[in-house]
């Protein structure tokens, strides 16, 4: 697990209980079979976050496909896995960077949700399932086309 800290971790504000913040904090929990071992978490967080996307940054649905067709095309093994999940977290920042507001809170979420991964095939399963439905959400909650 790659651990430390990193130049674009967002730290959770004090005082300020965000969608973010939350599921910042609630990415450790949510990818641990162990902990949220019925996936409970995983879809409250991913609701809430999908809700935020589309109606507070209005993330197209466009965006948020892209970067999911992604995830799903990143073929996971534990001999690789770390390689291609470097090489997601510097796309999602690429596209983060290019439009800024929209994308940042979702680069923010998925970054600290890749990191975490480490090499756990099992982790990187629960990843793709908490993006999943993220988009999901977004979609039920208005997210707009592109």
């Known amino acids: 697990m790659l651990t430390g800290n990193w ?4 730290k959770p504000r004090r005082g300020k209980e965000t ?12 990818l641990d ?3 949220d071992p019925h996936g409970k978490l995983l879809v409250e967080t991913a609701e809430a976050l999908g809700e935020h996307l589309a109606k507070k940054t ?3 649905t466009s965006q948020i496909r892209k970067l ?6 990143l073929k996971f093994k534990k001999e690789n896995g770390s390689y291609r ?9 690429y596209i983060a960077g290019r439009h800024k507001d929209q994308v940042r809170d979702l680069q923010d979420v998925l970054d ?3 990191r975490e991964i480490g090499t756990s095939e099992e982790k990187y399963q629960r990843f793709a399932d908490f993006f999943e439905a993220i988009v999901a959400y977004h979609k039920k909650y208005g997210g707009q086309e592109g």
């Open 7 to 10: 130049p674009n971790d967002r």
């Open 19 to 30: 969608v973010v913040n939350k599921a910042l904090k609630n990415v450790p929990l949510l």
């Open 33 to 35: 079979k162990e902990k």
């Open 58 to 60: 209005k993330m197209t």
């Open 68 to 73: 999911y067709s992604d995830v799903k095309r």
């Open 85 to 93: 999940i470097n090489l997601m977290r510097a796309k999602l920042a």
């Open 112 to 114: 600290r949700a890749l």
